[in-house]
């Protein structure tokens, strides 16, 4: 799997994770399922459910946007995000669950994590202390003797 797709993939993991921490008082149950065609993430809770009427714009809006930057992570890799009822008749609450279908096919297209910029070293810090990131630099030239 290119890094890309499993970076998306863990942040997707990660924040489903967190929201049911933060709004479910129960358990939370992970599962990543694969088929020759296709993988899938699943991520339930038994907590209250979903509020009425919650949708992207609606969280965006009120500036709760995890549930935003899933989907657009999902996109990204050419998966499909749905967020809704659990569905599960051993709880006693309706519960969420977030699943997300990432075909395999086409996973060598997926786009490239962004890059972040070198962090700047501490002001003070010496020269023979500062790490350097060799990767954003030009090969060092030799000078002529």
Do not use: C, Y
């Not at 709004?23 to 599962?31: E, I, K, L």
């Not at 935003?68 to 050419?78: C, K, N, Q, Y």
């Not at 500062?130 to 003797?145: C, Y």
């Amino acid at each position: 799997m290119p890094h890309a797709v499993a970076g998306h993939l863990l942040a997707i993991a990660a924040e489903a994770v967190e929201n049911a921490h933060r709004h479910a008082a129960g358990p939370t149950r992970v599962s990543l399922a694969a088929t020759s065609r296709s993988l899938r993430l699943t991520v339930t809770d038994g907590g209250p459910g979903l509020p009425a009427g919650l949708t992207l714009r609606s969280a965006a809006e009120t500036g709760h946007f995890g549930l935003v930057g899933m989907a657009e992570r999902a996109t990204a890799i050419g998966g499909r995000l749905r967020v809704g009822p659990a569905d599960d008749p051993a709880t006693h609450h309706p519960g969420t669950e977030v699943r997300l279908e990432l075909p395999l096919a086409g996973l060598d297209a997926a786009p490239p994590p962004p890059r972040r910029p070198p962090t700047p070293p501490a002001p003070g810090t010496p020269p023979s202390a500062r790490r350097e990131h060799l990767s954003d630099q030009n090969p060092p030239t030799k000078t002529p003797d």
